[in-house]
C-alpha cells in the first residue's frame, strides 16, 4: 500500500537537544496526524492536525500542518530519554472513512 | 478514556492452525474498527476495515478468506487468521474509532504478536 515519505529513518541524539522530523506526500491530506510507538506497544496519538498551517503543541512537542496540505513536521525539544521510540505520521485524506496512510516511522535514540 | 485492548497479547502456534485475535473499546463505542500488520523495523499496513454489522473491506493483497474480521457489537471486532504460516507471523495491531465526537481519531490497541512453526 502506499505510504508517506518520512525522513529521517532514524536518529541518535544527545540528551537535552532539539529534534525533527517531517512526512511529505505527493497528494493532498485533510488530516495530519504524528504517533510514538514503543516496543511492542501499539502507536499512540501525540497530536493530531486538522487544518493547513496549523501548528499545535503539546508539551515539548510542535507539529505543523504544512500550507500545501502535502507535508508536515514535527518537533521535539530538550529531549529526554523517554523520547525513545518510533515516531510516526499519518494522513488521511479529503472523503475517505478513516482510513490512515502512515510514514515509514523514525526511530530516534537519545544518549542520556 | 478512549481505551483499546487487544487478546491475547501474543500467542504461538503451530503452522495449519487457526488464531483468533480479539479487539475491544473499554470505554467508548466504535462504530469502525480497523486491523494492521506491522512486520519487524516497518510500518503499520491496514489489512482492513471493519464496520459493526457489516462486512469487512479489505486493502488490495489482503485475502478475505484468510483473515476473518467479524465486528459484532460497537466494543468488539475479531480477527481470525486461518491455516496460519510462518510467513503469517506478525505484530497485528487493532485500532477503534470513536463516534458521535467532533475528533473521530482512531486510538490503538496495544497489538497481538503472533508466531507461527
Known amino acids: ?112 | 478514556g478512549a481505551v483499546v485492548s487487544q487478546h491475547p497479547s501474543r500467542v504461538i502456534c503451530k503452522s495449519g492452525t487457526s488464531v483468533k485475535i480479539e479487539c475491544r473499546s473499554l470505554d467508548f463505542q466504535a462504530t469502525t474498527m480497523f486491523w494492521y500488520r506491522q512486520f519487524p523495523k516497518q510500518s503499520l499496513m491496514l489489512m482492513a476495515t471493519s464496520n459493526e454489522g457489516s462486512k469487512a473491506t479489505y486493502e488490495q493483497g489482503v485475502e478475505k478468506d484468510k483473515f476473518l474480521i467479524n465486528h459484532a457489537s460497537l466494543t468488539l471486532s475479531t480477527l481470525t487468521v486461518t491455516s496460519a504460516h510462518p510467513e503469517d507471523s506478525s505484530f497485528y495491531i487493532c485500532s477503534a474509532q470513536q463516534i458521535d465526537i467532533v475528533s473521530n481519531e482512531q486510538f490503538f490497541g496495544p497489538g497481538t504478536r503472533l508466531t507461527v512453526l
Open chain 1, 1 to 112: 500500500g502506499q505510504q508517506l515519505n518520512q525522513s529521517p529513518q532514524s536518529m541518535f541524539i544527545q540528551e537535552g537537544e532539539d529534534v525533527s522530523m517531517n512526512c511529505t506526500s505527493s497528494s493532498i491530506f485533510n488530516t495530519w496526524l504524528w504517533y510514538k510507538q514503543e516496543p511492542g506497544e501499539g502507536p499512540v496519538l501525540l497530536i493530531a492536525l486538522y487544518k493547513a498551517g496549523e501548528l499545535t503543541s503539546n508539551g515539548r512537542l510542535t507539529a505543523q500542518f504544512g500550507i500545501t496540505r502535502k507535508d508536515s513536521f514535527l518537533n521535539i525539544s530538550a529531549s529526554i530519554p523517554s523520547d525513545v521510540g518510533i515516531y510516526f505520521c499519518a494522513g488521511r485524506r479529503s472523503g475517505n472513512t478513516g482510513k490512515l496512510i502512515f510514514g515509514q516511522g523514525t526511530t530516534l535514540q537519545v544518549k542520556p
